[in-house]
């Protein structure tokens, strides 16, 4: 080594992700030592490097002679001793503490006393492989995201014991591969895997308390909160074993009942039912199976009547414009409605608050003619409290709209909601251009009762110290995916709508982690953004 750099790196297991980090190496013009246990592990390493740079061939990211050139970089070897003269072995077995702890004594072994070594764990503790070798001066983590040779993150982590300087020059080394690093502490799940799975466990146990439908979580979480695929379309990507580790990684040092792995996970991983790799986890992935037909929205479009005058009224009779609908569209202090008589469907989106708001949704009641749909969109009480009041509550439902002006709208049912009355404003508001989800009466709903707990766990963390607001949301964008970060997500909702759903969450739950980070009860009362 000269000047702190690495030349010449190992990489120890080369599965899917041992591979991919050996190819982003090379690419990075680094001579590259691959080592796997076997001859028969050793050739399907080799198959998945020719394979992955073959298809960037075939989509014309990668010439057939920068191939060879890459391929040309990695000397694969079933002998540990052949990692001898490399600056740095990366060490990417599967997630399992023992077998880790094992890989690492053969390291100690073998590699230079100036070499650093270093974990691609993504959930298990950094501190607790380093303890167990002669150099915990010399171990850190670097967790690399799948695929690895496309995706940007890479999340570098210090122990207490890291000598000074190693996380620096691993950083160093990252960022001249292209990648982005975010460089932690030793905490379970890092930044990405212990804000991302906290929400993916939520999901799961929403899905197994009967709040909502697969689907339909899925969908939210897509058409209303903007992320690239819903919760169980992704656990089934990752690997549902994979999830179940990572979180029971994250709850033995949390102790936070959100980390502890939902039952219906368990169960799953039990049958054998793992995701996508199995053929079914969350989803059955037979191809076969006949698509369901879309529904016919010109069929039953609806005469909308909508009261109020704010952002969420407005979008309402947009959307209702847009797909060519009748709307009838009065103010919150509107005196005479009787032009509600002849409505299909009438939607209260007042801004008063909670009182003005049931007193208008009665007023609406009283002018509705029989068989009419009535709902609101607020959010500031339970949906059943504003039904009662109108004295035909089993005509009313919630239609919540987590994005004022966006596609989806949740249709809210109440105990006393009549049996087809969610069907028909699922249908009313399908037709008018919206994307309907259906979940029971709870604070939050689907959207926001599974965003704001991962916004707020993001604000904890900053909070904390443990990472600043361009690493927390460089991990999520970069890492998983996601269109933005959480720390930027929740300046863009406004800290103080965070702050009374998450307040409704933890009084109707008492879980303590939903109750609102500190952080965040600071900035509201400050009148501040988080940045």
Known sequence: MSGGSFSKV???????????????LARGGLAVVGIEINQEALDRGRGHLEGSTGRAVKRGRLTAEAQREILDRIVLSTDFADLGDCDLVIEAVPERLDLKRRVFERLDEVCRADAVLATNTSSLSVTDIAVTTGRPAKIVGVHFFNPAPVMKLVEVIGTVLTEDGAVARVADLVEGLGKTPVTVGDRAGFVANRLLFGYLNQAATMLGSGHATRDDIDTAMKVGGGLPMGPFTLMDLIGLDTCLEVL???????????HAPAPVLRELVTAGLLGRKTGRGFYSYDTSAPEAEAADAEASRPVLGVLGDGAEAVALVAAAAGAGGEVRHLADDASALTDLAGCALIIEAGTGDAAARTALLEKAAQAAGPGAVLATTSAAVPVIEAAMATGRPADVVGLHLPEPGGPLAEVVATVATGPDVAD??????????LTP??????????????RFPYLNDAAAMLGAGYADADSIDAAMTLGCGYPTGPVADLDRLGLDRAVTVLRALYAESREPALSPAPLLEEHVTAGRTLR
């Open 248 to 258: 029971e990684a994250v709850y033995r040092e949390s102790r936070d009942r959100r």
């Open 10 to 24: 190992g990489v120890v297991g080369l599965g899917t992700m041992g591979a991919g980090i050996a190819e982003v």
């Open 424 to 433: 028909r404003a699922a249908a009313h508001a399908a037709a008018l251009g």
């Open 437 to 450: 989800v259906r979940c029971r009466d709870r604070a939050g709903f689907i959207v926001d009762a599974l």
